[in-house]
């Protein structure tokens, strides 16, 4: 079972997450949020899997959240669940150490499907998302990003699975998709991470658009 708290301010929304999640035979809501304060505490207490998160929230919002849940190395991760897309929202949540960002107007399939993945440590961007951080990114590192590329050199191999991550794509699907193993993967990962001195794979991602590497 995940183990999910779900973190809104705005109780009739809640409640219809919630209901969606109590769907899933395997997601189990152990709490519930009315802030972002609330969340860590429930997070300290509860330990979940996963906070799904809004991020315009009294008390402590929704990244300020985010990144006290991730400083203390509970183990639980962030999956953001919102009706805002703007670019400094994106990115506060993307670096505070959020593990996906969705939009609360996706479908309930995906939503799910969003849980079961950033709950394994998968990252996951709705489309619109995923554009609006290359975008960002990439303009600022316009004149940075040759320069800086040429200190990092990753492997063919390793820009394969990159650019799969960066498409969504889950451990196992990259695995059949470049007809190696699942350990394999992990192994490419685990190199790109030490490359690009990062710790998860939203992280980088986003290090790799920066460098011009993506």
């Not at 969606?20 to 009315?34: K, P």
């Not at 030490?194 to 992280?203: A, F, G, H, I, Q």
Request: net charge negative; charged share 20%; aromatic share 2%.
């Amino acid at each position: 079972m995940i183990r999910v708290v779900v973190a809104d301010d705005h109780p009739i929304v809640r409640s219809g997450i919630v209901g969606l999640l109590r769907g899933a035979s395997d997601i189990e809501v152990v709490g519930e949020a009315r802030d972002g304060a609330e969340a860590v505490r429930l997070v300290a207490e509860l330990a979940p899997e996963l906070v799904l998160m809004d991020l315009r929230m009294p008390v402590l919002d929704g990244v300020a959240a985010t990144a006290q849940i991730v400083d203390a190395q509970s183990g639980t991760r962030v999956l953001i669940l919102t009706t805002y897309e703007s670019d400094e929202l994106i990115l506060g949540a993307i670096e505070a150490g959020a593990g996906g960002y969705l939009l609360k107007a996706a479908p309930q399939e995906e939503i799910l499907a969003g849980v079961r993945a950033v709950a394994t440590g998968e990252t996951v961007l709705a489309p619109s998302i995923a554009a609006k951080l290359v975008q960002r990114v990439r303009a600022d590192a316009a004149g940075t990003g040759a320069a800086a590329s040429a200190t990092v050199a990753l492997s063919p191999r390793e820009l394969e699975v990159l650019r799969l991550v960066a498409a969504g794509q889950s451990n196992p699907r990259i695995a059949a998709a470049l007809f190696i193993g699942e350990a394999t993967v992990k192994t490419h990962l685990q190199h790109v991470f030490e490359k690009l001195e990062v710790s998860d794979r939203t992280r980088a991602v986003t290090r790799a658009m920066e460098l011009g590497l993506l």
